[in-house]
């Protein structure tokens, strides 16, 4: 039961250009959602949250959007960086944290 | 920032051996930790909860008997995979609360434990 799903395993992107990794969920209690950043041979760090009663984060250069009514959110990078090439991974936290499958970020120098 | 701790990064033995994976929160006391497995191109899947000084609570799916959570300090807990075989082959990542599970705290992750069993 993934309740959390990124169906995007993989996404190129120039450098300087506006990245925007996307994430569904079914689980409508989720309170939280959260985005993380792995880089090979490494834990995830954490990136930027949304509390489920808003619908944008902003944090630098990093703006997390959500649509309760879609059940979806984004993670828009602008501009992006070669350095933001990693695996995202999203989460909804409701006692317990759902993480999903990760989409693994290329930026093109 | 808050700094998990995991260790060994990687490990490969003998198909029998019990295997211990060792997760320390090094500048924040942590209730709670969690321990995830992840396969190749999947995403973390949660083994357990880590509740400190009580027993841990294991997701669906998961032999406590097998992968043994031991949550003795604020600081620690460990995984011990016992007489593990080559399906237990995985890459295990532990991570730990600051707060309570719900809020908006993030879980700090480990660098995970490469575990091959020949």
């Known amino acids: 039961d993934q309740q959390v799903k990124q169906n995007s395993p993989s996404l190129s992107v120039q450098e300087g250009r506006i990245s925007i990794l996307n994430c569904d969920y079914t689980n409508s209690m989720f309170d939280y959602f959260l985005w993380y950043k792995k880089y090979p041979a490494e834990g995830p760090t954490f990136l930027i949250s949304i509390s489920s009663i808003k619908d944008k984060n902003e944090d630098g250069r990093f703006t997390v959007f959500l649509n309760k009514s879609a059940k979806h959110l984004s993670l828009h990078i602008v501009p992006s960086q070669p350095g933001d090439s990693a695996v995202y991974f999203c989460?909804?936290?409701?006692?317990?944290?759902?993480f999903g499958s990760g989409t693994k970020l290329n930026v093109k120098p | 920032g808050a700094v998990v701790s995991q260790h060994p990064s990687w490990v490969i033995c003998k198909s029998g051996t019990s295997v211990k994976i060792e997760c320390r929160s090094l500048d924040f006391q942590a209730t709670t930790m969690f321990w995830y497995r992840q396969f190749p191109k999947q995403s973390l899947m949660l083994m357990a909860t880590s509740n400190e000084g009580s027993k841990a609570t294991y997701e669906q799916g998961v032999e406590k008997d097998k992968f043994l959570i031991n949550h003795a300090s604020l600081t620690l807990s460990t995984l011990t995979v016992t007489s593990a075989h080559p399906e237990d082959s995985s890459f295990y990542i532990c991570?730990?609360?600051?707060?309570?599970?719900?809020?908006?705290?993030?879980?700090?992750f480990g660098d995970g434990t490469r575990l091959s069993i020949l």
């Open positions: 989460a909804g936290n409701f006692n317990k944290f759902y």
């Open positions: 991570s730990a609360l600051r707060g309570a599970v719900g809020g908006n705290q993030p879980q700090h």
